[in-house]
């Protein structure tokens, strides 16, 4: 069983910075990925950034140079800094985390979503 607690969601004012944190435990694949997206209302749930158990890391264009991922691999945890955060980044932000079981088959788990809203 695996399990991801995220924390660290809120409201606040455009400019303004904030940092997400998801805590993987149980029975974690070696090889995996840990990630955050997000889903605005109406709108489809977006990949915003990724990070691999290697350290690579990749983040949607929107995002770039204002957020940041992070993992701290002694703790399972990954974090999500955000900085000038604007209205449009208002979403709920959930974790991801990919547990590469052989070289074709991968099994996702996800968080139960943290709400970060952006005021003008």
């Known amino acids: 069983q695996v399990q991801l607690v995220e924390s660290g969601g809120g409201l606040v004012q455009a400019g303004g910075s904030l940092r997400l944190s998801c805590a993987a435990s149980?029975?974690?694949?070696?090889?995996?990925?840990m990630g955050w997206y997000r889903q605005a209302p109406g709108k489809q749930r977006e990949l915003v950034a990724v990070?691999?158990?290697?350290?690579?890391?990749n983040s949607a264009d929107s995002v770039k140079g204002r957020f940041t991922i992070s993992r701290d691999n002694a703790k399972n945890t990954v974090y999500l800094q955000m900085n000038n955060l604007k209205p449009e980044d208002t979403a709920v932000y959930y974790c991801?985390?990919?547990?590469?079981?052989?070289?074709?088959?991968?099994?996702?788990?996800w968080g139960q979503g943290t709400q970060v809203t952006v005021s003008s």
């Open positions: 991801k985390l990919t547990c590469k079981l052989t070289d074709w088959v991968s099994r996702d788990y």
């Open positions: 149980g029975s974690i694949t070696r090889n995996h990925a």
């Open positions: 990070i691999t158990s290697g350290g690579s890391t």
